[in-house]
T-cell receptor, first 114, second 113 residues
Framework: QKEVEQDPGPLSVPEGAIVSLNCTYS??????FMWYRQYSRKGPELLMY????GNKEDGRFTAQVDKSSKYISLFIRDSQPSDSATYLC??????????????FGQGTRLTINP | DAGVIQSPRHEVTEMGQEVTLRCKPI?????LFWYRQTMMRGLELLIY????????DSGMPEDRFSAKMPNASFSTLKIQPSEPRDSAVYFC???????????FGEGSWLTVV
């Protein structure tokens, strides 16, 4: 079983729709949760960062973490064609000597149709 | 800030040849990561350095792969001999001290024919 599971999609929605992207994980040691966005032929870039459980909002984006269920979500409101990209969840845990290991989900390919 | 710099951006090589990918992390960052991305397997961590020391190389597929970080501003990932199944995008990433987020380079697109 993978440490982090993410539906690879593809997911296609009309412009203006609310998008929900999700990941589940098995390692209860994960404490830091991130969402990265990756445009075609580019490197991933950090979109949202959350520590432990709770919600975080940044403009049209909301990240949720439920540690009890080992489940994280990213919501995109009023989706735009420019949001079309692959979204990767990522999680990290301390592995010793202050070092941290970051594990990524497989990524969900999202297309917003005008 | 110049960001993480990787070279070459694109490489096409024949099976059996040696491939060397290079990375310059963001200045001041003390952690460096090498990832491989494919459609089938997604983004996989190959090896992780902290203060130039390899911390976790459990993701290195086999002995054909090796990575070095001789100093804080340079790292290499070498594949020798290369095989067609090594074709992928290889990303280097770095992270600052005490930080939890990592910053990626633009990737090295490797094709082994």
């Amino acid at each position: 079983q993978k440490e982090v599971e993410q539906d690879p999609g593809p997911l296609s929605v009309p412009e203006g729709a609310i998008v929900s992207l999700n990941c589940t994980y098995s390692n209860s040691a994960f404490q830091y949760f991130m969402w990265y966005r990756q445009y075609s032929r580019k490197g991933p870039e950090l979109l949202m960062y959350t520590y432990s459980s709770g919600n975080k909002e940044d403009g049209r984006f909301t990240a949720q973490v439920d540690k009890s269920s080992k489940y994280i979500s990213l919501f995109i409101r009023d989706s735009q064609p420019s949001d079309s990209a692959t979204y990767l969840c990522a999680m990290s845990a301390v592995i010793g000597q202050g070092a941290q290991k970051l594990v990524f989900g497989q990524g969900t390919r999202l297309t917003i149709n005008p | 800030d110049a960001g993480v710099i990787q070279s070459p951006r694109h490489e096409v090589t024949e099976m059996g040849q040696e491939v060397t990918l290079r990375c310059k992390p963001i200045s001041g960052h003390n952690s460096l990561f090498w990832y491989r991305q494919t459609m089938m397997r997604g983004l996989e961590l190959l090896i992780y350095f902290n203060n130039n020391v390899p911390i976790d190389d459990s993701g290195m597929p086999e002995d054909r792969f090796s990575a070095k970080m001789p100093n804080a501003s340079f790292s290499t990932l070498k594949i020798q001999p290369s095989e067609p199944r090594d074709s992928a995008v290889y990303f280097c990433a770095s992270r600052g001290t005490g930080r939890n987020t990592i910053y990626f380079g633009e990737g090295s697109w490797l094709t082994v024919v």
